[in-house]
């Protein structure tokens, strides 16, 4: 008896929070011709591009076929931006539209507020870059070395840009600065982050600059797990993801706290 009421405490606690997940997921779930099909043609039209174009010029990276080592990177680059994109304008639309009050004021914490925010964003992420590898995968043929790393991988990184998303939109006063930081920040560094070469292949200025990227090692964490090759060694990178990680998340807890204009 104590054990049910317990559970049943429990769920009752937890059902502000759910119902908020459930809305984040169906948010983007009732567009899916919007939010998860074009990145699948984007994705398409990379390995056409950069496959024909350069596949013909750049055979192989690191021993391994150009495709094969694009997948990875085009898949990630896709987690990211399209993590980032369903949280910076789920949490700036609330916060814009004034409905934000009603979550604020719902019995839940503020953790528990950026949490699901951050979790919708992770999944249409992790969503949209299955659906990368298995669009580029008859393309290619590649086996992935290691799945169950590749599935971490992809889920801290989502849960990391998903997080920055949240910070994003819970700072941002006008939606030109959801678009600035997508076009001027997020954008450049997922084309800067090694999706396209290995790092070997820059000089060694912008190569110690690449190491600051922190898309460059969710992208060489993936790909270390697909293809079992890598720039740095894997142990040190997937150390990084997770650092990331719980940094991301605990910025998007400072700004739903905290954020301007949020509780006014």
């Known amino acids: 008896m104590v054990s049910g009421s317990m559970t049943e405490g429990f769920a009752e606690r937890s059902r502000p929070f759910r119902t908020l997940l459930k ?148 700072l941002s006063n006008r939606v030109d600065h959801i678009s600035f930081l997508t076009n001027i920040v997020i954008q450049p560094l997922a084309f800067l982050g090694g999706v396209f070469y290995s790092v070997d292949m820059l000089p060694d200025f912008l190569r110690v600059a690449t190491f600051f990227n922190p898309i460059f090692h969710t992208v060489d964490a993936a790909r270390y797990a697909t293809l079992g090759v890598s720039d740095l060694p894997p142990a040190p990178a997937v150390a990084i993801v997770f650092v990331l990680a719980g940094l991301a998340f605990f910025a998007a807890y400072l700004a739903i706290s905290r954020g301007p204009n949020l509780r006014s």
């Open 23 to 170: 809305r984040e997921v169906l948010r983007f779930m009732r567009v899916w011709m919007q939010t998860i099909a074009p990145t699948l043609g984007t994705a398409l039209l990379y390995f056409t591009v950069f496959g024909i174009a350069l596949g013909s010029r750049i055979r192989e990276i690191n021993g391994v076929p150009y495709l094969e080592y694009l997948l990875p990177g085009i898949a990630l680059m896709n987690v990211v931006t399209g993590s980032y994109m369903n949280t910076s304008s789920s949490v700036f639309d609330a916060k814009r539209e004034r409905y934000i009050d009603e979550i604020l004021i719902s019995p839940m914490s503020d953790v528990q507020i950026a949490l699901a925010y951050t979790l919708g964003g992770t999944l249409r992420g992790v969503l949209v870059g299955a659906g990368v590898f298995l669009v580029g995968i008859p393309f290619v043929g590649v086996s992935i070395e290691h799945p169950g790393l590749l599935v971490l991988i992809g889920v801290l990184s989502a849960f990391i840009f998903s997080a920055v998303g949240t910070v994003a939109g819970a």
